[in-house]
Protein backbone atom coordinates (compact mmCIF):
# COMPACT_ATOMS: atom_id res chain seq x y z
CA UNK A 1 0.00 0.00 0.00
CA UNK A 2 1.43 3.40 -0.92
CA UNK A 3 2.21 5.68 2.36
CA UNK A 4 3.69 9.16 3.11
CA UNK A 5 7.40 8.48 3.68
CA UNK A 6 9.54 11.19 5.74
CA UNK A 7 13.28 11.68 6.36
CA UNK A 8 15.21 11.67 8.97
CA UNK A 9 12.89 10.36 11.78
CA UNK A 10 15.05 11.98 14.38
CA UNK A 11 17.09 15.54 13.87
CA UNK A 12 18.83 17.41 16.78
CA UNK A 13 20.10 20.89 15.90
CA UNK A 14 21.38 23.57 18.15
CA UNK A 15 19.71 27.03 17.95
CA UNK A 16 20.30 29.33 15.48
CA UNK A 17 20.69 26.27 12.70
CA UNK A 18 19.34 25.61 10.05
CA UNK A 19 16.97 22.42 9.41
CA UNK A 20 15.19 20.90 6.19
CA UNK A 21 12.86 17.85 6.73
CA UNK A 22 11.88 15.66 3.93
CA UNK A 23 8.91 14.44 2.83
CA UNK A 24 7.77 12.01 -0.37
CA UNK A 25 4.11 12.20 -0.26
CA UNK A 26 1.87 9.13 -1.97
CA UNK A 27 3.08 9.20 -6.03
CA UNK A 28 -0.26 10.11 -7.37
CA UNK A 29 -1.34 13.15 -4.56
CA UNK A 30 -1.26 17.07 -5.61
CA UNK A 31 -2.25 18.62 -1.82
CA UNK A 32 1.00 18.63 0.12
CA UNK A 33 0.62 19.76 3.89
CA UNK A 34 2.87 19.96 7.20
CA UNK A 35 1.70 19.53 10.38
CA UNK A 36 3.32 20.17 13.63
CA UNK A 37 2.89 18.31 17.26
CA UNK A 38 4.71 19.62 20.28
CA UNK A 39 4.80 16.93 22.97
CA UNK A 40 1.48 16.07 24.66
CA UNK A 41 -0.04 18.86 22.72
CA UNK A 42 -2.64 18.87 19.68
CA UNK A 43 -1.51 18.58 15.89
CA UNK A 44 -1.48 22.15 14.34
CA UNK A 45 -1.92 22.97 11.43
CA UNK A 46 1.48 24.82 9.67
CA UNK A 47 0.87 25.01 5.69
CA UNK A 48 -0.87 23.25 2.65
CA UNK A 49 1.05 23.18 -0.83
CA UNK A 50 -0.81 22.72 -4.23
CA UNK A 51 0.45 23.09 -7.89
CA UNK A 52 3.63 24.46 -6.69
CA UNK A 53 2.50 27.13 -4.61
CA UNK A 54 1.35 27.88 -0.70
CA UNK A 55 -2.32 27.39 -0.57
CA UNK A 56 -2.90 28.59 3.02
CA UNK A 57 -0.07 28.92 6.24
CA UNK A 58 -1.24 29.28 9.36
CA UNK A 59 0.43 31.85 11.96
CA UNK A 60 2.78 29.46 13.50
CA UNK A 61 4.83 30.14 9.78
CA UNK A 62 6.69 32.70 9.73
CA UNK A 63 8.80 33.87 7.73
CA UNK A 64 11.42 31.54 9.59
CA UNK A 65 9.82 28.45 7.26
CA UNK A 66 9.65 27.69 3.40
CA UNK A 67 8.20 24.95 1.95
CA UNK A 68 9.31 23.65 -1.57
CA UNK A 69 8.63 20.51 -4.12
CA UNK A 70 12.22 20.46 -5.74
CA UNK A 71 11.32 17.54 -7.81
CA UNK A 72 8.87 15.20 -8.74
CA UNK A 73 8.80 13.53 -5.34
CA UNK A 74 9.98 15.48 -2.49
CA UNK A 75 8.59 17.99 -0.19
CA UNK A 76 10.50 19.64 2.21
CA UNK A 77 10.19 21.75 4.84
CA UNK A 78 13.28 24.15 5.84
CA UNK A 79 13.33 26.24 8.74
CA UNK A 80 16.23 28.72 8.69
CA UNK A 81 17.24 29.76 11.87
CA UNK A 82 15.72 27.40 14.71
CA UNK A 83 14.58 28.28 18.22
CA UNK A 84 13.84 25.94 21.59
CA UNK A 85 10.52 25.99 20.55
CA UNK A 86 10.78 24.70 17.42
CA UNK A 87 10.85 21.21 19.11
CA UNK A 88 8.20 19.26 17.52
CA UNK A 89 7.23 16.15 15.91
CA UNK A 90 6.67 17.50 12.71
CA UNK A 91 4.14 15.35 9.93
CA UNK A 92 3.92 15.70 6.64
CA UNK A 93 0.48 14.84 5.24
CA UNK A 94 -0.81 14.27 1.53
CA UNK A 95 -3.83 13.45 -0.32
CA UNK A 96 -5.17 13.22 -3.96
CA UNK A 97 -7.59 15.35 -6.27
CA UNK A 98 -11.54 14.75 -4.91
CA UNK A 99 -10.44 13.02 -2.10
CA UNK A 100 -9.92 14.90 1.34
CA UNK A 101 -8.66 11.92 3.25
CA UNK A 102 -5.13 13.03 4.32
CA UNK A 103 -2.53 10.36 4.79
CA UNK A 104 0.13 11.19 7.17
CA UNK A 105 4.15 10.15 7.15
CA UNK A 106 5.44 8.91 10.40
CA UNK A 107 7.07 12.07 11.48
CA UNK A 108 10.29 13.56 11.86
CA UNK A 109 11.09 14.60 15.84
CA UNK A 110 12.98 18.07 15.76
CA UNK A 111 15.01 18.60 18.87
CA UNK A 112 16.93 21.82 18.86
CA UNK A 113 19.16 22.52 21.88
CA UNK B 1 -11.39 30.96 16.14
CA UNK B 2 -12.43 27.66 14.96
CA UNK B 3 -12.03 25.27 17.08
CA UNK B 4 -12.22 20.91 17.23
CA UNK B 5 -12.69 19.95 21.16
CA UNK B 6 -12.53 16.72 23.18
CA UNK B 7 -12.47 15.25 26.78
CA UNK B 8 -8.11 14.48 27.14
CA UNK B 9 -9.62 11.58 29.17
CA UNK B 10 -8.03 9.14 30.24
CA UNK B 11 -11.26 7.02 28.91
CA UNK B 12 -10.85 3.88 30.74
CA UNK B 13 -12.89 0.72 29.88
CA UNK B 14 -12.96 -2.79 30.27
CA UNK B 15 -11.96 -5.55 27.68
CA UNK B 16 -14.83 -6.18 25.19
CA UNK B 17 -16.90 -3.46 26.34
CA UNK B 18 -18.09 -0.28 24.16
CA UNK B 19 -15.70 3.16 24.19
CA UNK B 20 -17.46 6.24 23.70
CA UNK B 21 -15.45 8.87 22.18
CA UNK B 22 -16.74 12.50 21.59
CA UNK B 23 -16.38 15.85 19.45
CA UNK B 24 -17.56 18.78 19.35
CA UNK B 25 -16.84 22.13 16.87
CA UNK B 26 -17.60 25.47 16.46
CA UNK B 27 -17.42 26.20 12.88
CA UNK B 28 -20.60 25.61 11.03
CA UNK B 29 -19.23 25.37 7.72
CA UNK B 30 -17.22 22.00 8.17
CA UNK B 31 -18.86 19.64 6.46
CA UNK B 32 -16.20 16.39 7.12
CA UNK B 33 -15.22 14.93 10.39
CA UNK B 34 -12.17 12.11 10.47
CA UNK B 35 -11.21 9.96 13.62
CA UNK B 36 -7.71 9.24 13.68
CA UNK B 37 -5.97 7.18 15.89
CA UNK B 38 -2.30 7.82 17.71
CA UNK B 39 -0.01 5.83 19.61
CA UNK B 40 2.43 7.20 21.96
CA UNK B 41 5.54 8.61 19.64
CA UNK B 42 3.86 7.97 16.30
CA UNK B 43 1.28 9.64 13.64
CA UNK B 44 -2.03 9.82 13.23
CA UNK B 45 -3.53 6.73 11.31
CA UNK B 46 -6.95 7.00 9.75
CA UNK B 47 -9.71 4.74 10.91
CA UNK B 48 -13.35 6.79 9.61
CA UNK B 49 -14.50 9.51 8.27
CA UNK B 50 -17.94 10.70 8.20
CA UNK B 51 -19.57 13.21 5.66
CA UNK B 52 -23.07 13.72 6.61
CA UNK B 53 -25.66 13.05 9.36
CA UNK B 54 -26.10 10.06 11.32
CA UNK B 55 -24.18 6.97 11.59
CA UNK B 56 -21.29 5.14 9.35
CA UNK B 57 -19.89 2.21 10.50
CA UNK B 58 -16.72 -0.26 9.49
CA UNK B 59 -16.13 -3.05 11.78
CA UNK B 60 -16.25 -1.98 15.30
CA UNK B 61 -16.34 1.39 14.39
CA UNK B 62 -19.04 3.75 14.07
CA UNK B 63 -18.96 7.21 13.53
CA UNK B 64 -22.01 9.55 14.45
CA UNK B 65 -22.00 13.33 13.12
CA UNK B 66 -25.06 15.59 13.98
CA UNK B 67 -24.15 18.79 12.59
CA UNK B 68 -27.22 20.72 14.21
CA UNK B 69 -25.42 20.11 17.67
CA UNK B 70 -22.18 20.15 15.89
CA UNK B 71 -21.27 16.87 17.55
CA UNK B 72 -19.26 13.91 16.41
CA UNK B 73 -18.69 10.76 17.81
CA UNK B 74 -17.13 7.37 17.49
CA UNK B 75 -18.09 4.35 18.95
CA UNK B 76 -15.72 1.13 19.40
CA UNK B 77 -17.13 -1.71 20.40
CA UNK B 78 -15.89 -4.82 21.76
CA UNK B 79 -12.60 -2.90 22.88
CA UNK B 80 -9.57 -4.77 22.80
CA UNK B 81 -6.19 -3.43 24.78
CA UNK B 82 -4.49 -2.72 21.51
CA UNK B 83 -6.95 -0.20 20.88
CA UNK B 84 -5.43 2.07 23.70
CA UNK B 85 -4.27 4.83 22.12
CA UNK B 86 -5.33 8.67 21.54
CA UNK B 87 -8.42 9.55 19.46
CA UNK B 88 -7.90 12.26 17.36
CA UNK B 89 -10.87 14.21 15.43
CA UNK B 90 -10.49 16.37 13.05
CA UNK B 91 -12.80 18.71 11.54
CA UNK B 92 -12.04 20.41 7.27
CA UNK B 93 -13.85 23.34 6.29
CA UNK B 94 -13.42 25.10 3.11
CA UNK B 95 -10.26 24.66 2.31
CA UNK B 96 -8.47 21.05 3.00
CA UNK B 97 -6.95 22.72 6.01
CA UNK B 98 -7.46 19.90 9.21
CA UNK B 99 -8.53 20.77 12.89
CA UNK B 100 -7.44 18.61 15.52
CA UNK B 101 -8.93 18.56 18.67
CA UNK B 102 -6.49 17.59 21.51
CA UNK B 103 -7.12 14.37 21.60
CA UNK B 104 -8.97 11.92 23.91
CA UNK B 105 -6.67 9.09 25.26
CA UNK B 106 -8.36 5.81 25.60
CA UNK B 107 -7.03 2.92 28.01
CA UNK B 108 -8.96 -0.56 27.76
CA UNK B 109 -7.99 -2.43 30.80
CA UNK B 110 -7.67 -6.50 30.26
Known amino acids: EPEVTQTPSHQVTQMGQEVILRCVPI?????FYWYRQILGQKVEFLVSFYNNEISEKSEIFDDQFSVERPDGSNFTLKIRSTKLEDSAMYFC???????????FGPGTRLTVT | QKEVEQNSGPLSVPEGAIASLNCTYS??????FFWYRQYSGKSPELIMSIYSNGDKEDGRFTAQLNKASQYVSLLIRDSQPSDSATYLCAGVSGTYKYIFGTGTRLKVLA
Open chain 1, 27 to 31: SNHLY
Open chain 1, 93 to 103: ASNGVGDIKQY
Open chain 2, 27 to 32: DRGSQS
